[in-house]
């Protein structure tokens, strides 16, 4: 094993700084650096970003690195914040990770080993105890991490390369959550940074939860909707619905106590075994705040239903919920994600373009509406349709194209739909081969008559 600096964590590295004495690690000048190495880990991993400590130069800026570590983890404890903890253990096993890519077949074994993970090179991949394996990959919920997925021989799971480090960066993540206890006068000392660091995680959590908007189960997926009605009918739900369901909720900002009035007409509803799984789950009692399952954990467990077309195109529940919440988007937003969808048309184009149906539109047909210069609700056939995702730039555009048509004239394509609640209602029809009435205004696009459409149904 290479570089202490790169893995602060292990025993070894943490026995290396062990002489030091608490106060002067705080209060010497000699260790300022040090100091501040600790806070940037920490700002670093609140607001999201990669913990970047560049190579040491020397023994010195090592033990720095070293120390820093140990600082930051003291910092953490006295924060007593679990979702603070949660993500600063995420960037940091995440920086291990990077690390562990660049480890030669000893270092990495060794580096298991001393994380209670039992590695060794077989037959060109590496096996570990099965034992080991469940419990290191416990909260890994995809379906390809399922033992029965992995190759099994006389107890021992063979795993390609990419996969133990991907194992060891979860081990990780479980053994830095663990922290230590706060030594008297932390609080204090880092009183300034502390109040920064739960700041920024507050305003993380919010951001999302406005990104989201207002919690309405109208953007939620099939998997969500179908269970919560039949809770709602009465039906008992099998645990991998209820977690789903708890999680889901809990990360679009509700309460415990708001979830529990949702499991109040499961036939089987106890209010304390309840209100125990509700709190536990959401963190309340527990101090760790599970994680909504993705779309290949649902699938595997059997929760998810079937999906529709918008679900085809995105691996988590709580990203379909995102993608839902486009129309709640300032206009200007919707207007950019618009044209980087189309990838063309100059900016007088898309500001001037409508993003509201009008609530007096006429009723025309296609070959009208195509000679109007207004908006016409239409009775068509869709003809095709198709779901994309595209990278541009930074961002990523989930969308979808249609081509319409009736009896008047021949199809044409829409422009990019953007708004999926727009989109994944002529997904419907198209599917089911019946037409369907949507607002539109015929548009130019260089030289190509499309259609924008406003509104369906």
Known sequence: MRDLWRYPFLPAAREAVQELQLEDLLDDPLYGEANSIAVMRLEAAAAGGKIATGTPSDEREEQDQLLGFLISRLILAAADDPNLAS???????MRAQRFLATEEEAGLTHIASELGL???????????????YLTAAASLREGKWKLVNRGVSHGMVSLPREALERLLREVIVNHLRQLPEAPDGIAERYAPEIEALLGVIKQRREKVIREMGKLDFGKAPPCFNGHLADLQAGINLPHPARFFLTTFLTAL???????????????????????????????KISGTEYDTPGCETLISQGVCPGGNALCREIPHPLSYYRVMAEREKPDAVRRKRLRLAEGRGDAGFWQKLPLSAAADAPQRSLAAALQSNSQSRVRVQVGHFRARRDKRGDEFVRWASARLTDDTSPSLETLPLTQWELALALAHAKARGEPVEVTLLPVKLGNQSRLHVLAVG
């Open 253 to 283: 900002g509700q309460e415990p106590e708001q979830i529990m009035q949702l499991y109040a007409t499961a036939p089987d509803f106890k209010e304390s075994v309840t209100r125990y799984q509700v709190e536990h789950i959401t963190g």
């Open 118 to 132: 039992s590695a060794r090179r077989e037959n060109g991949s590496y096996v570990v105890p099965f034992s080991d």
């Open 87 to 93: 993500q600063v253990a995420l960037a940091e096993a």
